[in-house]
């Protein structure tokens, strides 16, 4: 369940410590109008002077991009090379390797869409079956404006929550952050179970009064409580819902459900 951070249940995107809500103490925040080069941060980053910042700065991919993200093996390393090149700034300061792994995984899906977005455009078309009259026809998506997309609304407290395990007591829990999310894109070949372990060792930060210890910590947890946590996760992760989009169909006139993916958009 690797990409609904970016798309399905199947590919959830989203190891190492999130920040802790109590932890944060935010001086302002940073917000602007975003343009064909700015992209509005459903999530919002905390930079490190303690302001959150609510938009980032993008730019169009070129040839030499292009190369780059070629070289880079798969779909994950591949989308990892595309946020690393196409994103410029976090609000008004340049991007750094840490600000990439503390964004939250919402963050960083819909910084993916605006460098999309600044390449190719906002519109781009699918070819699916219609499930109810089975008619195959070509749909337009405009990234801009069909894409449904979910923000915190408290952009401080709602980072991080607490699950009452029918055994182990309170879990506190946090949004995925950069590194979860690259480690899911890059294992996206495990079974759904090792997946849910991977993003669980990266958003569960304590069990009861003790510190998570990443893998071994999850792994003792209860099938149902995993089960809940992630669906949880699912939930409350801000970030554009590639897998909610509906478009009427042209033959009959009912919803079609488009389930993309961050891949399907870069067409790699």
Request: hydrophobic residues 40%.
């Amino acid at each position: 369940m690797a990409e609904e951070l970016n798309s399905s249940a199947a590919a959830i995107n989203a190891a190492v410590k999130a920040l802790e809500s109590e932890e944060i103490v935010v001086q302002s925040v940073i917000t602007e109008t975003p343009s064909d080069t700015e992209v509005a941060l459903p999530g919002g980053f905390i930079n490190r002077e303690g302001a959150l910042v609510k938009y980032a700065e993008v730019r169009e991919l070129n040839g030499a991009d292009e190369e780059t993200i070629a070289r880079a093996g798969t779909t994950g390393r591949a989308l990892s090379v595309m946020l690393q090149r196409g994103l410029i700034a976090l609000g008004q300061e340049p991007t750094t390797k840490e600000d990439l792994d503390t964004l939250l995984a919402g963050d960083r899906d819909a910084i993916l869409l605006g460098i999309r977005r600044a390449t190719f455009g906002k519109d781009i078309t699918f070819e699916v079956t219609c499930p109810h009259c089975s008619i195959r026809q070509p749909v337009e998506v405009d990234i801009s404006k069909d894409i449904p997309v979910k923000e915190l609304k408290d952009p401080i407290e709602d980072r991080s929550w607490i699950h009452e395990s029918s055994k182990w007591g309170p879990v506190r829990v946090s949004l995925p952050n950069g590194v979860t999310q690259r480690k899911l894109l890059e294992n996206s070949e495990k079974t759904a179970a090792e997946l849910n372990t991977i993003l669980l060792a990266g958003c569960i930060t304590s069990v009861g009064t003790t510190p998570s210890m990443g893998a071994s910590t999850v792994l003792k947890l209860g099938w149902k409580d995993r089960e809940m946590i992630v669906d949880q996760i699912l939930e409350r992760n801000p970030g554009p819902r590639l897998g909610e989009v509906k478009k009427g169909c042209e033959s009959c006139g009912e919803d079609i459900t488009l389930s993309l993916t961050l891949a399907a958009m870069f067409r790699v």
